[in-house]
């Protein structure tokens, strides 16, 4: 984002002093902040869309951004910066940015996408286990979108990284254990992610036991 003042560039082109735009900074840990978070619900939309991953566009017409890996990677990137800046991650800032990576196409699907879903924010959900299971959402692709986000948070480098880890444990492993594919892909990040010094509650071995007779953890 920056400002510009018209008659001081109308002045500079005149022969004028140099031209100075404000431009605002980004906050120095914004990825580490908010990457997660985007790099999470990206992943969401693709595991529930594993054909948007690559589509090759026509020979004719490859200067148009289009999805690859590469792209989505540079969406969730840009996607967070959006968010660092205080803008909705469905905002129309974040809406340019993910269609200047993957084209309008999946863009516009990635954000109806973010709009329908309505997650509750990961971090209020990591304050306290017992209220987040409350306000897990019904549907089940929001409630296992919702423990992903959680699972990733929980896992980033945080002063109480141990005590969030415990806490997403407390909140993904109940899901898991009535809901199986609901809850696998946070329970399985979870169980990839042991945080040295963190208790594990009861039901965590109960979740690792289970991922390692589906193969989905080396016995």
């Not at 985007?38 to 090759?56: D, F, I, K, Q, T």
């Not at 968010?83 to 991650?89: I, Q, T, V, W, Y």
């Amino acid at each position: 984002r920056w400002t510009l003042d018209a008659a001081a560039f109308f002045d500079y082109m005149l022969g004028g002093k140099g031209l100075a735009i404000d431009i605002e900074v980004l906050a120095k840990d914004w990825e580490k902040k908010f990457g997660h978070v985007a790099r999470s619900l990206v992943v969401s939309y693709l595991r529930r869309n594993p054909g948007a991953v690559l589509e090759l566009p026509p020979e004719h017409d490859t200067s148009k951004p289009w999805p690859s890996p590469r792209s989505w990677e540079t969406a969730a990137r840009l996607l967070a910066a959006v968010m660092s800046l205080g803008e909705r991650k469905e905002s129309d800032l974040a809406h340019l940015a993910v269609a200047g990576c993957v084209g309008d196409g999946q863009a516009e699907s990635f954000m109806s996408w973010l709009i329908a879903i309505n997650l509750p924010d990961p971090e209020e959900l990591l304050k306290d286990a017992e209220k987040a299971l409350k306000k897990l959402p019904k549907r089940h692709d929001q409630r296992g979108v919702t423990l992903e986000a959680v699972a990733v948070a929980a896992c980033q480098d945080h002063p109480d990284k141990i005590k969030r880890w415990e806490t997403a444990w407390a909140i993904v492993g109940p899901v898991f254990i009535k809901e199986n594919d609901v809850g696998m892909p946070a329970a399985k990040y979870l169980a990839k992610n042991i945080v040295p010094g963190a208790k594990r509650p009861p039901e965590t071995k109960q979740v690792i036991e289970i991922l390692k007779k589906a193969g989905l953890l080396p016995s």
